[in-house]
């Protein structure tokens, strides 16, 4: 459900362009779409009913309201009402099919198990926010020098439990910030990890093993 204010107001067109019955699909998907608040990178389709062309519509040279009523919310099926007040007026529901399309990483051809992800691995795909279920990503940055602990699928949302960013075995650097020092050792994690998880790493100098978070493949960080 995405919340949105209830009422706007705003002129007909003066030279409306085609039947009167389309111009008011377009209309009542321009007032969904003015309603809909998006975050950076997504995408909006907004896909209004077509109106029966029986009805008495005319030309509303004056003004015209859009109105969601009920609780004044924007869902995946959306009622408009629009009501011109003119003589002769008139008022209708238009129904508007709303999807907001997220930005997900998805395996641009079929990646093995044990892939270490490259670029050439890594596509931008979006796909309805209302199917998206779990941990996925947004940029293929994050997921260069990952691996894959099981065999991916082009389409399918690449998920942070099919990853170990940070692999048992693997050579890391363990960052720790003291004041405004940043300091680097490096370590073997005993353990495999994803982003945020906190592993085992065991520091190569000392032999000491310490718990450490997952930053990004092959960094983890430890507070001193």
């Avoid at 919340?3 to 362009?17: F, G, T």
């Avoid at 699909?25 to 779409?33: K, L, Q, W």
């Avoid at 907004?46 to 004044?72: F, H, M, N, Q, Y």
């Avoid at 997921?143 to 439990?161: E, F």
Wanted: aromatic share 4%.
């Amino acid at each position: 459900m995405l919340p949105v204010l209830l009422l706007a107001i705003s002129p007909w067109p003066v030279h409306a362009q085609g039947p009167v019955h389309d111009e008011l699909r377009h209309y009542a998907e321009d007032h969904v779409r003015d309603l809909v608040p998006l975050q950076p990178g997504d995408r909006l389709e907004v896909k209004a009913a077509s109106i029966d062309t029986r009805l008495p519509l005319t030309e509303c040279l004056g003004k015209l309201t859009a109105d969601i009523r009920g609780a004044g919310e924007i869902r995946r099926n959306t009622h408009v009402y629009l009501q011109c007040h003119e003589q002769p007026g008139w008022d209708l529901f238009v129904p508007v099919r709303v999807k907001v399309l997220k930005p997900v990483v998805t395996a641009a051809d079929p990646v093995a198990r044990n892939t270490l992800l490259q670029p050439q691995h890594l596509t931008v795909d979006y796909q309805d926010e209302v199917l998206l279920r779990g941990d996925v990503f947004s940029s293929p940055e994050e997921l260069v020098g990952a691996r894959s602990k099981r065999d991916l699928r082009p389409g399918q949302p690449i998920r942070s439990s099919q990853l170990c960013v940070v692999c048992k075995g693997d050579k890391v650097g363990i960052f720790a910030q003291t004041g405004g020092l940043m300091l680097k050792t490096d370590g073997m994690a005993q353990e495999d990890g994803g982003f945020n998880d906190s592993i085992r790493v065991r520091n190569i100098n000392s032999g000491r093993e310490i718990t450490a978070r997952v930053m990004a493949a092959g960094r983890v960080q430890v507070k001193l």
